[in-house]
């Protein structure tokens, strides 16, 4: 699939792709994980009104800040001809002078990118009266319609906010690829250990647990804090990969520019991809013999439900949704069928449209170095809409307790008497809908694998209910899907 798909650019016309995501949203929610900063966008107001919808009605209700304030250029007709870099000079000005932040960056939009204005420029000439430090990010939509393309890009602009380190501190590490959830992980101040107030963690938490647990300290997560704690993240040792779309661009980028090297292992969910994560992070700080002791002792606690579960299991195969109709997924599901295979289940990834799979081409390769080439179903499935599951189940012969449903993302397929709770096994591993007391909600590391696996027993057990419908198939199942 991936040698057969064209490259994935602008020039790319591939049946049924168009780029729903776009870059500037892309760009502008990952800035939401930054603090005492505005996001100024250079465009018309409809843009800007794009991007704080989906803040209002999906992003900030789960994570970053609750309320970035996003002030606009509000470029209109006229503009596009004259151009529009005297409003945003004004506009830098009055941010500056009205929020006082510690930070600015400007975002451009088709139209003024199309125009050529000169945002740098403009940068420059305001800098001059304005207090904040103002950055750029490039995030016309136009310029990298598919996803993967497009957080990586943006993952980029993260090192230009940088500073070199004068100093290098013994110990520390970076955890690089965080755009989600990170907020309340980054260190608290005056306290050495990275904290999660909050009951429900996230990927960064657990791999802070596992940074500490061999003797080392986490110096910064990215993307998160304030402008003085991107800035000065290549004092590190060492960074780490949490997901590799957004992780492995900034680390290297972060190697060439400031000569912080990273470790390759990312995205750990299950036991041995765990335990290797560690393991290449204590080889590289010569950590090897706290590392085996932190691992013997994770591994007691987790072996016997990870033995129960096996049992559970036993001769099923995992329906693995790669996107439901936000966007397509690509490392998680990769990881999470790693994580599967280890339980002895047959694994069979599906909804990933072949452009995307081209656009992440950092994770396709991660996973192959590593030996891990699942297979994906391919077929008739419109980009970024929902697929038919009962069609699938059929299509590969299977019966009602011969597997279990592992949705991705938001509104998982369900419809009572049909492809329920209560009769088909599915359990959630989409972010926004799967909160679990003291894991991660995406399974990653030992807690997440722990709570994944109890997940499944549950999921199972419950399944056997049978003609007992749940509400959530009932009233979902006649407004989503069409099945």
């Keep these: 699939m991936f040698a057969k798909t064209p490259e994935a650019d602008f020039n790319c016309d591939y049946p049924g792709y168009s780029g729903l995501w776009c870059r500037l949203i892309m760009a502008v929610t990952s800035y939401a ?12 107001a409809n843009c800007a009104w794009a991007v704080r919808n989906f803040c209002q009605t999906d992003y900030s209700l789960y994570y970053g800040n609750p309320f970035l304030h996003m002030p606009v250029t509000n470029i209109d007709q006229d503009d596009v001809i004259s151009g529009g870099a005297d409003k945003l000079i004004a506009t830098l000005k009055e941010v500056d002078r009205d929020y006082k932040p510690e930070h600015i960056c400007v975002f451009d939009t088709c139209s003024t990118a199309l125009i050529g204005d000169d945002v740098q420029s403009a940068i420059k000439t305001a800098q001059k009266d304005c207090n904040a430090r103002i950055d750029y990010m490039s995030s016309a939509g136009f ?40 907020q309340d992980c980054s260190p608290v101040p005056g306290k050495k250990k990275c904290k999660n107030r909050r009951k429900y963690k996230d990927d960064a938490s657990e791999l802070a ?30 960074n780490v990969i949490s997901c590799p779309t957004w992780g492995f661009p900034l680390a290297k980028k972060m190697e060439e520019q400031f000569g912080v090297p990273y470790i390759k292992q990312c995205i750990p969910i299950g036991i041995e991809p765990s335990k290797k994560w560690v393991m290449e992070l204590a080889k590289f ?134 492809f329920d709770p209560a009769s088909a096994p599915r359990v959630e591993t989409g972010v926004h809908l799967r909160r679990v007391l003291n894991a991660p909600a995406r399974g990653v590391g030992f807690k997440g694998a722990k709570a994944l696996y109890e997940n499944i027993i549950e999921a199972v057990m419950f399944s056997a209910r049978g003609s007992r419908p749940t509400l959530y198939g009932r009233v979902h199942g006649g407004f989503y899907e069409n099945f």
């Design 33 to 44: 994980m930054t603090n005492n900063s505005v996001a100024v966008i250079h465009g018309p």
């Design 143 to 182: 310029t990298t319609p598919p996803l993967g393309k497009s957080i990586e890009q943006t993952a980029l602009s993260y090192a230009d906010m940088m500073e070199a380190p004068s100093e290098k501190l013994e110990n520390t590490v970076n955890i690089l690829g965080q755009y989600k959830e990170q």
């Design 209 to 238: 647990r596992f940074v500490e647990g061999i003797g080392l300290q986490v110096h910064r997560v990215l993307v998160s804090g304030n402008h003085d704690y991107i800035k000065t993240a290549p004092q590190a040792m060492v």
């Design 285 to 418: 700080t010569n950590k090897q013999q706290e590392a085996e002791n932190f691992i013997q002792k994770e591994l007691d606690e987790l072996m016997p439900v990870f033995e129960k579960t096996k049992s559970f299991v036993d001769g099923k195969v995992a329906l693995i949704e790669c996107g439901r109709n936000s966007q397509t997924a690509f490392a998680r599901p990769m990881a999470l069928a790693l994580a599967l295979q280890e339980l002895g289940m047959q694994v069979r990834l599906f909804g990933l449209h072949p452009l995307e799979l081209k656009a992440k081409a950092m994770d396709y390769e991660y996973f192959m170095q590593e030996g891990f080439d699942p297979l994906i179903l391919d077929g008739n499935y419109a980009y970024q809409q929902p697929v038919n599951i009962v069609h699938v189940i059929e299509d590969l012969g299977l019966r009602q307790a011969g597997y279990v449903y592992f949705t991705q993302d938001i509104f998982p397929a369900a419809r009572g008497g049909v």
